[in-house]
């Protein structure tokens, strides 16, 4: 089966410490994002990836840092200089290229920096 | 400044009767809308997306519906059944090129059995 994976589906974390959250695909797309969800707030864009080797700071990329070694895999660390770690954070894919179609996402990851 | 705007945070309806979400935007550039629905601790899923080139979009009982000189969009569920009970989510893009959406902040749908 298709589909988006990441991992773990919780974590917990003491503050001032770094994380980083798995996202794999194996759809075969081209793009990839992530996105933070807070409470009664809609998703807000953090990185996102185009192709191999390259990606883009999106609205809230402050904190937060990204590599795309590989087509499949997109991780987001999630660092000491994020003010307000705590949140929902969604992984999603694309297919790419210059025509519009839907992103898919992950079942996301729930950090909680104690 | 929010560009996708969902004002209703929370809509209730009776099984078998239509729901209707809508959302605003603000911003003229966008010319691809899609819906999401999500149910909690899962990530969204996608149900319908229109473009700027359409009026309506209907997909079995999800129809989708955009005003592009009000610059509004809703989401049309005929009949609601308890299922269909989620958080939905509209998102708009302005680049087909790099994808980015930009999302509303969702209408928890609840449909009473």
């Known amino acids: 089966d298709g589909g988006i994976t990441q991992s773990p589906k919780y974590l917990f974390r003491k503050e001032g410490q770094n994380v980083t959250l798995s996202c794999e695909q194996n759809l075969n797309h081209d793009a990839m994002y992530w996105y933070r969800q807070d409470p009664g707030q809609g998703l807000r864009l953090i990185y996102y990836?185009?192709?191999?080797?390259?990606?883009q700071k999106g609205d809230i990329a402050e904190g937060y840092s990204v590599s795309r070694e590989k087509k499949e895999s997109f991780p987001l660390t999630v660092t000491s200089a994020q003010k307000n770690p705590t949140a929902f954070y969604l992984c999603?894919?694309?297919?790419?290229?210059?025509?519009?179609?839907?992103?898919?996402f992950g079942p996301g990851t729930r950090l909680t920096v104690l | 400044d929010q560009q996708v705007k969902q004002n209703s945070p929370s809509l209730s309806v009776q099984e078998g009767r239509i729901s209707i979400l809508n959302c605003d935007y603000t911003n003229s550039m966008f010319d691809y809308f899609l819906w999401y629905k999500k149910y909690p601790a899962e990530g969204p899923t996608f149900l319908i997306s229109i473009s700027s080139i359409k009026d309506k979009n209907e997909d079995g009982r999800f129809t989708v519906f955009l005003n592009k000189s009000a610059k509004h969009l809703s989401l049309h569920i005929v009949p609601s059944q308890p299922g269909d009970s989620a958080v939905y989510f509209c998102?708009?893009?302005?680049?087909?090129?790099?994808?980015?959406?930009?999302f509303g902040q969702g209408t928890t749908l609840q449909v009473k059995p």
């Open positions: 990836s185009q192709i191999v080797n390259d990606f």
């Open positions: 999603a894919s694309r297919r790419g290229g210059r025509s519009y179609n839907e992103q898919f």
């Open positions: 998102a708009a893009s302005g680049s087909s090129n790099t994808g980015k959406l930009i």
